[in-house]
T-cell receptor, first 113, second 114 residues
């Protein structure tokens, strides 16, 4: 079945460091891919998405490219800030599974000044 | 346009009691989804509903859990005879009528079973 495998955390970076959080997926057909962010005590917020191969989603300095050949959707940011500290979830919506989303286990990011 | 609303935000129940979690989708959204997040884990799909219909309940435990989305009013996730293992954050998401749309999440209800 469809699934998402996400880099385990926690990840601790200094401010202005480069961030990569790996995400790979397994799916039949042509899934859509998402990154959500969860701040402490809050719900998930959509960070970015890509709906077809080679699409690049971007928002707030974060980017992720839908790579069908490597079944990956890695999240990157060139210079993290303290305010980026949160848990990041990679998610997939399968093309053959209705509207159900499949989430990774989440990667906790802490950015220190 | 208000976001997805969930209440209560926090709910404490003793073992054996019932828990009712409410979700009001965004305006114009007719699809509702419930997810459960156990401590230190990702979200797990529970159920997908449209108005007055359960579309996919493949993630719902077979016993004690039920969900509805009536023609009027919020969607309700009901847990009967709660046990400590039900302690989790329960998130509701909604999406517009068209398929393959992004889901928008509510702030969640954190259930603690004593």
């Amino acid at each position: 079945g469809d699934s998402v495998t996400q880099m385990e955390g926690p990840v601790t970076l200094s401010e202005e460091a480069f961030l990569t959080i790996n995400c790979t997926y397994t799916a039949t057909g042509y899934p859509s891919l998402f990154w959500y962010v969860q701040y402490p005590g809050e719900g998930l917020q959509l960070l970015l998405k890509a709906t077809k191969a080679d699409d690049k989603g971007s928002n707030k300095g974060f980017e992720a490219t839908y790579r069908k050949e490597t079944t990956s959707f890695h999240l990157e940011k060139g210079s993290v800030q303290v305010s980026d500290s949160a848990v990041y979830f990679c998610a997939l919506r399968g093309s053959n599974t209705g509207n159900q989303f499949y989430f990774g286990t989440g990667t906790s990011l802490t950015v220190i000044p | 346009n208000a976001g997805v609303m969930q209440n209560p935000r926090h709910l404490v129940r003793r073992r054996g009691q019932e828990a009712r979690l409410r979700c009001s989708p965004m305006k114009g959204h007719s699809h509702v989804y419930w997810y459960r997040q156990l401590p230190e884990e990702g979200l797990k799909f529970m159920v997908y509903l449209q108005k007055e219909n359960i579309i996919d309940e493949s993630g719902m435990p077979k016993e004690r859990f039920s969900a509805e989305f009536p023609k009027e009013g919020p969607s309700i996730l009901r847990i009967q005879q709660v046990v400590r293992g039900d302690s989790a954050a329960y998130f509701c998401a909604s999406s517009p009528p068209r398929i393959k749309e992004t889901q928008y999440f509510g702030p969640g209800t954190r259930l603690l079973v004593l």
